[in-house]
């Protein structure tokens, strides 16, 4: 079992910036796959970035250049900067685990993740 709780969330203006934060409740980030999502009122939960166990990270065409994805082996935890908040960014952000995902077109599907964190809500005013 793997537990994941973010925080860093908030309300900020366009243009801003955030850092999200994700602890993990053991070593995973050299294990497993570690992503961060986000779903939008009304919309479905997509893939913002995913890190897999070498390190590697792969950003969503829409987070490319704004986004920035991180970790912290010692603390064991995540981190998701957010620079130029634009409205269209308000959702709420989750980190997710995997162990195996095999396919490249699979690691920024939800159905993809079986350990999510409750969220941390980002609220972006224009």
């Known amino acids: 079992q793997v537990n994941l709780v973010e925080s860093g969330g908030g309300s900020v203006q366009s243009g801003g910036s955030l850092k999200l934060s994700c602890q993990t409740s053991?070593?995973?980030?050299?294990?497993?796959?570690m992503a961060w999502f986000r779903q939008a009122p009304g919309k479905e939960r997509e893939g913002v970035a995913v890190?897999?166990?070498?390190?590697?990270?792969i950003y969503a065409d829409f987070a490319r250049g704004r986004f920035a994805f991180s970790q912290d082996y010692a603390k064991k935890t995540l981190s998701l900067d957010i620079n130029s908040l634009q409205p269209e960014d308000t959702a709420v952000y989750f980190c997710?685990?995997?162990?195996?995902?095999?396919?490249?077109?699979?690691?920024?599907?939800?159905?993809?993740?079986?350990?999510w964190g409750q969220g941390t809500q980002v609220t972006v005013s224009s």
């Open positions: 997710a685990a995997s162990t195996t995902i095999t396919r490249r077109l699979d690691l920024l599907n939800p159905r993809s993740y079986a350990y």
């Open positions: 053991e070593s995973t980030l050299n294990k497993y796959f």
């Open positions: 890190m897999d166990p070498d390190g590697r990270t």
